[in-house]
């Protein structure tokens, strides 16, 4: 029985010294951002990779589009 309870004393140890260092490891908390309905949807839209995706393959469809109609513009 004397091994147990070394064990858990070390255990016990072991917990002690690791709890301070977690707990003074969280982040602070944020601060509050207070947005407007507008003001949040705005974001979402600006910050979203599959909304950012489809915005560049627009832009780049249309200049295609402006570099095939250029091929039936006169030069003189």
Same mark, same amino acid.
Do not use: K, P, Q, Y
């Given at each position: 029985m004397n091994i147990v309870?070394? $064990? /858990?004393a070390a255990a016990l140890t072991a917990v002690a010294m690791l709890l301070p260092s #977690? *707990? !003074?490891a969280q982040p602070e908390p944020q601060q509050k &951002? %207070? &947005?407007?309905l507008d003001d949040a949807v705005r /974001? #979402? *839209?600006e910050r979203n990779p599959d909304l950012a $995706? *489809? /915005?560049l393959d627009t832009e780049a469809d249309a200049a295609r *589009? !402006? %570099?095939a109609r250029g091929a039936y513009a006169p030069v003189f």
């Open positions: 309870w070394t $064990i /858990r #977690a *707990v !003074g &951002l %207070e &947005l407007t /974001r #979402a *839209v $995706i *489809v /915005r *589009v !402006g %570099e």
